[in-house]
């Protein structure tokens, strides 16, 4: 959950799959904090939504690509030598396209 909230933040750090994880753990070894988790007003209908559905809101997406791309950018404009920015990319490609290829729907999350 640590990683989930600090990832909220930072933008190379991914929340959701740790919210996913979390959940995954807690509905196996606390059914208390499952259920806390699940009646949080920001992340409980993420997870919902992605327990009925195995896909994620277009605006979930949109979201999430479009800052991935702005923190590349960023990184590349700030960064000093070519070999870290190379590097910033080469971390960010794999989350990009595991993101870029899940279900999309339309709800309004």
Excluded: E
């Excluded at 070999?83 to 794999?94: S, Y």
Aim: hydrophobic share 60%.
């Amino acid at each position: 959950m640590a990683l989930a909230f600090i990832g909220a933040f930072l933008p190379l750090l991914p929340t959701t799959p740790f919210l996913l994880v979390a959940a995954a753990c807690f509905a196996k070894s606390s059914p208390r904090l499952y259920n806390m988790l699940l009646a949080n007003k920001v992340f409980g209908p993420l997870i919902y939504h992605w327990q009925q559905s195995r896909c994620i809101p277009k605006r979930a997406k949109v979201l999430a690509l479009s800052s991935m791309v702005v923190a590349v950018l960023w990184s590349g404009y700030i960064l000093p030598t070519i070999w870290l920015k190379v590097l910033v990319v080469a971390l960010v490609v794999w989350p990009f396209i595991f993101l870029w290829r899940l279900p999309t729907s339309n709800s309004n999350l």
